[in-house]
Structure formats: C-alpha cells, structure tokens
C-alpha cells in the first residue's frame, strides 16, 4: 500500500490556485522531497496531507485512509512539523517534549529510542526556554516533538530553512536515521543540494508538479550538454554570455555560469569571443547538470 | 483524561511565566478596588453648607456658631425661604442645607424634642451621607450639655434626613459589584480569546490541531485554568472589599459564588467564540476590548444608572450580560437578597451562556483557515 497517495489535488485560495491538479504516489519507507522555491504550493500541499486544509479539489489518502474523511484517524500516524518553528516558547526543552508526549497518549521514554539520536544534542539543555534555543536546536526539538509518538509518516514543511549548514547536513542525516527505522518522511525544501538526499523528489513550481523522479533520473532528463563558464568578473562574464545569440540558456550559478550551446558551436567558440570581448581569461567545462539547471529548464519549459 | 491535565497544567505554566498575564489577573482587579475606593473621598473638611433658619432665637444662633466653629463645615448661604433650597442644590457648590423649624428654642422647652431637617445632595453619596452624619453628630452633642429643667431629661434634637437628587442614596460601595462585573468580563473573554489566538498566531494549533486531541480537549483545557483564575479573583476582590473598605457579603456567599461561576462560564464562552473569529492577537484584544470592556463600564449600570439612559440605550443594555450580572451581585451582596429575588436575572444569564457556547462550538474548526468544519 501507497503511504501517501494524491489524485488530482486542487486547491484555491480566491483566485490564486495554490496547488494546481497535484497527483502523486509515495511508497511506504519512502524519503520524498518537494522542491520548489517560496510560494509554489509546498505547504499547502502539506497542509492538506495533514489533514489541515480540505482540498478544492481532488483528494489524498495516506495508508489508504482520506485525509478529509477519516482525519480523526489519521492524527494519531502523523508527525507534523509546519514550517515556522511552533513550539511553546515559553515551555523548557523538556516541558515541550513531555506535553507533545502526553496529548498524543505516550511518554518520553517508551519512545526515547526513537528520538535518542536527535534529542541527546538538546539533553544538556533541557531546562532551557524553547525560545532561547538557536535555530539548529529548535528544529531538533521540533523534530523530537513531531517524532515522539512514533508516527508512520513525517510530514516536515520547509525543515531547514533558516537553519546554518552545519545543521542543516545534521538534519538530512537524522531523517536518513528515521527512515532507516521505516518512517516515510515527506519533506519539502527551497534547497536544491538537500535533493539529493531523498529517495526521490517532485519538482513543484506554481503550484504544478514539473516532474517527479529520482534525482539521478531527474539529473538524467537533462538531454542538453551543459558547460560551466568561470571568469574572476562574474558580472562582466554573465552580460557578455546574455548578448551571445550562440548560447541558448544562461544562468548564474555560485562562481560560474551555466550555458547551453546549439548544435555545432564547440566550447572554444565561446572562449575566443569572449577573448575579443575583454574577458581573456575565461574557461569553459563541460559538466553534468544539477537538479537546479533541471528546474530552470522545466520551469522555461512550462512558460 | 491524562492528556487533558497534561494541557491545563501546559496552560498554567504559560499564565505563571508571562507576568504580564498574571498583572492583568491579579494586579488589575487590586489597582481597580483601590483606585475606585479612594477616589470616594471618605474624610470631610470645609463643606460647604447653607442654612435656612426659621427660628431666629437663641437655640438656633447658637447650633449654626457650633456647625461653623467646627472644621467639618463652612457656612457660605443663609437663605431666606424654602424656594432657594433648589437654586443653591442647582449651583453646585453647597452639599446640605440645615432647615431649622420654626420657634426651635421654645418647642425644645415645651416639648423635651425638636425635629432638624438635613438636606443633602444626594448626586455625591459619599459626601451626603458624611455631611448628615456630622452634623448630626454635632446637634446631639450640643444637646447633651444641656439638661431640661421641666422634664428632667435631655431634650431631644432629632434629624430628618433628605437626600437630593438620589433619595434613596445608592451605597457608596456600588462599585464593587461594578469591579467584579468588569474583571470577570476583561479575565474570561479577554484573556481566553487572547491565549486561543496566541496558538494560531504562534502555528502552535497546527500541530495541536493534528495531534489525536479532540477539540473539546483543547478548548476547555485553554480555558479550565482562566475558570480557576477568575474564581480566586472573585474571592480576592469581596476579599479586599471587605477589610479595606468594610464592605461585607449581605447575601448568601454561596449563592454569590454560582452566579459567578455561571457569569465566568459566559465569558468564557463569549472568549472562545471572539477566538474562532479572528487570526490575530491584537484583534482579540481589540474585539473583545470594544464589545465586551467598554459596553460593560458604560451600559451596566455601573457607571450610569440604567434609569437615566435615553430608551434606545435602555433596550441596547439588555442584550448585555454584564447588565444583569451587576444587578444579581448588587441584590446578593449589598442589599442580600436571596435567590427567588434574581432568578429572572440568572435565567437570562444561563440562556446567554448556552447560546455562546453552542454558537462558539460550531464555529470552532479542526481544520485551518477556510476549511469549515
């Protein structure tokens, strides 16, 4: 059985249709990413998977039960993190985590083994306000909280967002703990790096899914050859490249550009333009794409 | 159940760790009790009062020396006849006027008795009932140095007081049940729609919403602690009542006690449906602040009688709770009457209350924003 299911799920709010005709399978043990950048729909997504919003439209299952009908059921599988940090604030560590462990029929330490590994970085500080936690440790306290019931599924909105790298790599590998333990993890994420950890992603954007695969395929579906163009002057570099009529798309990307050519213009075409245009100490590599250049070109695509 | 205690010892820790929370619960109804308190005045210097003297003969020369030789009274009108009495009332500035009757000297003699009237303007209730209070106390004592030689007793002065303006001289205490009104209302409706919101606000609902808590488990453990809170108010307030300004329960206390037990449940009731209504903190504040705060102080009773309102005002008034609730405290505690004296007044209140309840539980959802039901 499907741990989540969604057939054409719509969702309005006035005029803005924040989840545009969303279907989707996710199997059980399954670490799913949605991917997509602010405001394409993610949590409204989750939202109704958590039984939170009924859909316009369309409708979602988990484990076979609807996420409108049998919602009083469904609220004891499910472990919610919505994406602003919600935890009581003015509640210690430990209080927060007892009382989350008490309305949802358990204790602490009947599923201590569960949340060992995340919540034994917080232990020392668990007569502190959940409030004066670091963004790091928030999100871990907010995970131990979602977690404490040992629910089937993990639904995270938006997990690291605000969150320093360090923790952020912490993070990923605790959810590769928990489904290790056969919790299906549905996590959405503005960060295309953070992909590559799920087991398979859906690229959202407007509301619409562009695609869903798993990162390697997704990587893979990117048919076009794609170079990496650096040069000390970005800025410089990615005005030249735009006035090209020879590169077909341009992007900026951390300290390079990525271009895609037309058939039959070879690299070395471009660094000798670029020579003439006053930018001689341009390179050019040829490289596999990311799930970045992948959303860029499908987001294109779909304009 | 365990989940349920779990949520309400959550929500006293919440009240015990925001001291702002506990100012409002426990310092306001203080400050309210003292500021109201002392802002009645209960020391009188230098009152301005006005004498009409029928008499003219040496008894009454000599009591007006008394009441103008004390530091109580200063005597600023004489006047002539009893048509005055309403135009010196009118002006403001005299609190009594002391009618001595005609041949005061010779009826003491003759009769061993003499009655003095006392007329005070009853618009200040406290100053009036001071001012007859004196100067009562000042004619008995200048008529206890004198001995009759007739009857061989103490000729009697005796005093007919008459309020003006409020004839029936509304206790000066009247604003406790006021206080009560006020706080219960501002603690209850206020303070849990506030703490309600304060989950939406915060996205702590999200996850309680989703938790295996029913609603009824998450309202009513919001509310449970207020209901204690408010009771220890109520207590604390006939307290104070009572020892700073020696005003006791004339009534049955534990009839006092479930009618407001019944007027804690309406506003807890009208708390939870301004929650269901609004996203925001500061619009519970504000809602329940121009629905509930400034009706109850202006529309009560409390302030303005209800008699003096124009008649839209009057009807208005009587869809609002605090309205009756001040008048069931007042009879209960002041005047003490008993139950089958306010029942009318307490089915309106248990009808309010149902109709909150049921009106705020429908309107409560399990899901977020337009969800429904």
């Known amino acids: 059985m499907a741990a989540a299911e969604a057939y054409n799920v719509t969702h309005r709010f006035g005029n803005l249709t924040a989840v ?64 602003r940090f919600s935890l009581y604030q ?30 034994k970085q917080i232990e020392p500080f668990r007569k502190r ?85 798993t990162p390697d395929n997704i990587r893979k579906s990117y048919t076009k050859r794609l170079y990496a163009v650096r040069h000390p002057e970005k800025y410089k570099l990615l005005l030249a490249l735009r006035s090209l009529p020879l590169a077909l798309s341009c992007e900026p990307f951390g300290d390079s550009v990525h271009i895609t050519l037309p058939e039959g213009t070879r690299p070395d075409d471009i660094i000798s333009i670029l020579n003439t245009a006053g930018l001689p100490d341009a390179s050019i590599t040829e490289i596999i794409a990311g799930i970045e250049d992948v959303f860029l070109e499908l987001m294109k695509r779909e304009s | 159940m365990k989940r349920f205690m779990a949520f309400v010892r959550k929500e006293f820790l919440h009240i015990f760790r925001d001291y702002r929370t506990l100012i409002i619960l426990f310092g306001l109804p203080a400050a309210q009790i003292l500021i109201f308190g002392y802002a009645v005045r209960t020391d009188l210097t230098n009152a301005s ?102 009857t061989e007793s103490l000729p009697v002065i005796n005093t007919e007081v008459k309020m003006y303006f409020n004839p029936n001289l509304e206790s000066q205490f009247m604003f406790v049940p006021g206080v009560i009104t006020l706080i219960l209302i501002l603690v209850c409706a206020l303070m849990t729609s506030v703490t309600i919101v304060r989950e939406k606000e915060f996205g702590t609902m999200e996850v309680l919403l989703v938790s295996p808590l029913k609603p009824w488990q998450i309202v009513i453990g919001k509310v449970a602690p207020y209901f204690f809170l408010s009771l220890v108010n109520v207590i604390v307030i006939l307290i104070m009542a009572w020892f700073v300004f020696g005003l006791p329960v004339m009534g049955s206390i534990s009839l006092l006690m479930a009618e407001c037990m019944l007027y804690i449940l309406l506003g807890l009731a009208i708390g939870i449906l301004v929650s269901t209504s609004v996203q925001k903190m500061e619009n519970a504040i504000f809602i329940s602040f121009l629905t509930l705060m400034l009706p109850s102080l202006l529309l009560s009773g409390f302030i303005f009688p209800i008699e003096n309102m124009p008649k839209g005002y009057d009807y208005f008034s009587m869809l609002l709770p605090p309205r009756w609730f001040v008048e069931i405290i007042r009879s209960v505690m002041i005047k003490g009457s008993g139950f089958s004296f306010v029942w009318k007044e307490t089915l309106i209140l248990v009808l309010m209350t149902v109709f909150f309840i049921v009106l705020s539980a429908r309107k409560f959802k399990v899901r977020l924003g337009e969800g429904g039901k």
């Open chain 1, 20 to 83: 545009d005709n969303v279907s989707f399978s996710i199997g059980e043990g399954e670490l799913f990413g949605f991917i997509g950048p602010d405001g394409s729909g993610k949590t409204t997504l989750f939202r109704i998977a958590a039984t939170l919003v009924i859909p316009s439209d369309g409708r979602m299952t988990l484990f076979g039960l609807d996420t409108v009908r049998d919602y009083k059921e469904l609220r004891n599988h499910i472990g919610y993190m919505p994406g």
């Open chain 1, 90 to 119: 003015d509640l210690t560590v430990q209080e927060n985590l007892d009382f989350y462990a008490t309305i949802f029929g358990t204790t602490i330490k009947e599923n201590y083994h569960l949340i060992e590994p995340i919540y």
């Open chain 1, 129 to 213: 306000l959940a409030g004066k936690l670091s963004g790091g440790m928030k999100q871990k306290l907010a995970l131990s909280c979602a977690l404490i019931h040992k629910p089937k599924i993990l639904i995270l909105d938006e997990p690291t967002t605000g969150v320093d790298a360090v923790s952020r790599t912490e993070f990923w590998e605790m959810l590769s703990g928990l489904k290790a333990e056969g919790i299906t993890i549905i996590v959405s994420t503005p960060y295309m790096d953070e992909a590559l950890r799920c087991d398979r992603i859906a690229l959202i954007q407007s509301g619409k899914i562009m695609g869903i695969d």
């Open chain 2, 49 to 150: 009062i006005a004498v009409l003297d029928n008499a003219h003969d040496e008894v009454s020369s000599e009591l007006i020396m008394k009441l103008e030789a004390s530091e109580f009274f200063t005597l600023s009108h004489n006047i002539k006849s009893y048509s005055e009495i309403d135009e010196v009332f009118r002006q403001g500035k005299i609190k009594a006027v002391i009618v001595f009757p005609e041949e005061l000297s010779a009826r003491l003699t003759r009769d061993g008795n003499v009655t003095v009237s006392i007329i005070a303007d009853g618009s200040e209730p406290n100053t009036a009932s001071l001012v007859t209070g004196y100067t009562t106390a000042i004619l008995n004592d200048w008529s206890a140095t004198l001995t009759n030689k007739v």
